[in-house]
């Protein structure tokens, strides 16, 4: 069973930054692709970014592109999302997913591809 809890949410102004992070426990996470998605209120969950099983290739979402960072440690089981200069737009729960079976960008990006997902870590920008 994998499990994959989210930290570090909270409340910042806009161009503030916050730093998530995602622990995932009961298998390494080495063969795993790690997505980070969000939520907004009122609106269907969006990808963010996808980390490849090394750590070497990332994608982001557009609206994020130059803003965030994805990072991971596989031998810490964990991944990171480092979020600057923070929009009052970002506001959403973050989610942290992750899978065995993704091979394309397209699949790393669909929601729907991903098996294990964390409970989520709210993260709000005031304006």
């Known amino acids: 069973q994998v499990q994959l809890v989210e930290s570090g949410g909270g409340l910042v102004q806009a161009g503030g930054s916050l730093s998530l992070s995602c622990v995932v426990s009961?298998?390494?996470?080495?063969?795993?692709?790690m997505g980070w998605f969000r939520q907004a209120p009122g609106k269907e969950r969006e990808f963010v970014v996808a980390?490849?099983?090394?750590?070497?290739?990332?994608f982001y979402a557009n609206s994020v592109k130059g803003r965030f960072t994805a990072s991971r440690d596989n031998a810490k089981n964990t991944v990171w999302l480092q979020m600057n200069s923070l929009k009052p737009e970002d506001t959403a729960v973050y989610y942290c997913?992750?899978?065995?079976?993704?091979?394309?960008?397209?699949?790393?990006?669909?929601?729907?591809?991903?098996?294990?997902w964390g409970q989520g870590t709210q993260v709000t920008v005031s304006s």
């Open positions: 980390i490849k099983r090394s750590g070497d290739s990332t």
């Open positions: 997913a992750a899978d065995r079976n993704l091979f394309t960008s397209s699949s790393m990006a669909n929601e729907a591809q991903y098996d294990y």
């Open positions: 009961g298998r390494p996470i080495d063969d795993y692709v």
